[in-house]
């Protein structure tokens, strides 16, 4: 995974968490509610992220030339 990616994922699900979690002196709080809706953001976020490797892909092989045949060595 690149750097980029891997910063990116951390800080999106760190926004997620801190949106759906209320800070108090002890730690975290995370109602029933607010566990679903940060359950929904981060499926939300990895199916995202699996649509874009997907389209990324794609984009990557219709880049490449295609393969040329090997020729077998004669024996």
Do not use: C, W
């Amino acid at each position: 995974m690149s750097k980029v990616f891997e910063t990116a994922t951390k800080v999106a699900i760190r926004e997620i968490l801190e949106n759906h979690t209320q800070a108090s002196k002890f730690g975290y709080f995370l109602s029933e509610d607010s566990l679903s809706a940060a359950a929904d953001d981060l499926f939300e976020l990895i199916a995202t992220s699996r649509t874009l490797k997907e389209a990324g892909d794609r984009f990557l092989s219709s880049q490449m030339p295609p393969e040329r045949p090997r020729n077998k060595p004669l024996r």
